[in-house]
């Protein structure tokens, strides 16, 4: 988890330097401050046990008591009118931390097997009114997958839940290009002149990831192919 996290950290920290280079040289106010708020921000998810959101409230209040005190600190409105591209780069950060720092989520079968002996009759009634609700719920994810299956060529259930992270952390990579640190047109993404040398591209564990994917779908692909024969 400590790589994981710290991941998460360093890409959120490139997409800072990104933002802040994509400004003029001329507005060396703005890129100031937007280098304050992204130090703020990463002392609230990284120096405290339970990560802080970076709220624009939270950021100009630890901002402006930071290391004794900066009077010139950007202000709450400040921050969510004129820097809040800054905030949504850290609170990406902070929700994909809390994702990796949450417990596993119980399985239906988790459910099933919770004892009630222990309940009044109230609680035990809502349980399994909520149960009742879940099941039905499981029953028509499962008509879905099956509706899924029929009309694409690969089995949706063959698909590993974890392929959810790549496709999140290529949303995210994509969201980095837009900063503006490379060249987007109709052939593609370049590196521009103002791209730096040495400027990470792609970092390696959303390659890892896509390449996992990658995997997972074609042996998905093999499989139906087999099933097939």
Do not use: H
């Not at 970076?54 to 709450?76: H, I, K, N, Q």
């Not at 149960?131 to 029953?139: D, G, H, M, N």
């Not at 590993?160 to 900063?179: F, H, N, V």
Request: hydrophobic share 40%.
């Amino acid at each position: 988890m400590a790589s994981r996290k710290g991941t998460i950290l360093e890409l959120a920290e490139r997409s800072s330097v990104t933002l802040i280079d994509s400004l003029p040289t001329e507005r060396a106010v703005a890129k100031t401050n937007y280098r304050k708020i992204a130090d703020v921000c990463r002392v609230l998810l990284s120096s405290r046990k339970t990560p802080y959101v970076p709220t624009a409230a939270l950021v100009a209040e630890t901002g402006a008591s930071l290391g004794g005190g900066d009077p010139a600190f950007p202000s709450e409105r400040t921050i969510y009118n004129t820097y809040s591209e800054m905030i949504r780069i850290w609170k990406r950060a902070f929700d994909d931390l809390t994702n990796i720092m949450a417990d596993d989520p119980l399985t239906f079968e988790d459910l099933e097997s919770i004892d009630l002996g222990g309940v009044d009759a109230n609680t035990r009634a809502v349980f399994d009114e909520l149960f009742r609700i879940i099941r039905e719920q499981r029953q028509r994810i499962a008509g879905l997958k099956k509706l899924i299956s029929d009309s694409v060529k690969v089995d949706a259930d063959a698909i590993p839940s974890t392929s959810g992270r790549a496709i999140e952390s290529l949303d995210y990579w994509i969201s980095t290009l837009k900063l503006g640190l490379f060249t987007i047109d109709e052939e593609g993404v370049k590196v521009s002149r103002k791209t730096p040398i040495g400027t990470l591209i792609l970092d390696a564990n959303t390659l890892a990831e896509l390449d996992t994917l990658t995997d997972d779908f074609k042996s998905a692909e093999k499989r139906r192919r087999s099933g097939e024969q």
